[in-house]
């Protein structure tokens, strides 16, 4: 069953620093999301793209961040400098369309923990 | 009133048990509505997609009452294996497809 694969599952860092988290999508799919989830807090929507552009972002998704589909296969979140309360799980998700009965696949998330 | 709104739980209910979960949203124009499920410090996993007055799969059935605009999940014959936090999440599809979690209600089914 096709997955949604995403590097590194953990990643520590120091405040102020650059991070790249990287997602591979499912190869068919078109629309890519990332969410966020701080330690015992609800998942929370940054950011979809779709046509290597922004279609939507949350007020989370300030200059700090920004997305990036470099190749065919692979899609990244950068965040520029790092804040103490950067550190979450960010889950990247891809669906075949944005609507309908369209289902949203999410990765296993990449732990961020800024220090 | 909360975009999405979930009572948090814990729900503690034994094997066999039926047990039942409320969501409210705000936006009247949402047509479906999904539950996903989600293991501890796991990604959410889709559970049930809702887009009429209700969905069944086996054990597990979703309702949706629009004019109340309350969504619930019913669980029946409660597993060990059930115990897991129940997402309602809200598509927003003329907001790039967006989803809005609820907090999440947390379930253990006990032996």
């Known amino acids: 069953e096709p997955e949604v694969t995403q590097t590194p599952s953990h990643q520590v860092t120091q405040m102020g620093q650059e991070v790249i988290l990287r997602c591979v999508p499912i190869s068919n799919h078109l629309y890519f999301y990332w969410y966020r989830q701080i330690l015992g807090q609800k998942v929370e929507f940054l950011v979809s793209f779709y046509n290597n552009e922004i279609s939507e972002k949350s007020e989370i998704f300030d200059d700090q961040f920004s997305v990036e589909r470099p190749d065919g296969s692979n899609f990244t979140l950068k965040i520029r400098s790092t804040k103490l309360e950067d550190s979450a799980m960010y889950f990247c998700a891809s669906s075949e369309t944005s609507g309908g009965t369209y289902e949203q696949y999410f990765g296993p998330g990449t732990r961020l923990t800024v220090t | 009133r909360k975009e999405v709104e979930q009572d948090p739980g814990p729900f503690n209910v034994p094997e066999g048990a039926t047990v039942a979960f409320n969501c409210t949203y705000s936006n009247s124009a949402s047509q479906s509505f999904f539950w996903y499920r989600q293991d501890c410090r796991k990604e959410p996993k889709l559970l049930m997609s809702v887009y009429s007055s209700g969905n069944e799969d086996g054990r597990f059935t979703a309702q949706l009452n629009r004019a109340s605009q309350y969504i619930s999940l019913l669980i029946r014959d409660s597993k060990l294996s059930d115990s897991a936090t129940y997402l309602c999440?809200?598509?927003?599809?003329?907001?790039?497809?967006?989803?809005?979690f609820g907090q999440g209600t947390e379930l253990s089914v006990k032996p």
């Open positions: 999440v809200v598509p927003f599809y003329n907001q790039g497809g967006k989803l809005i």
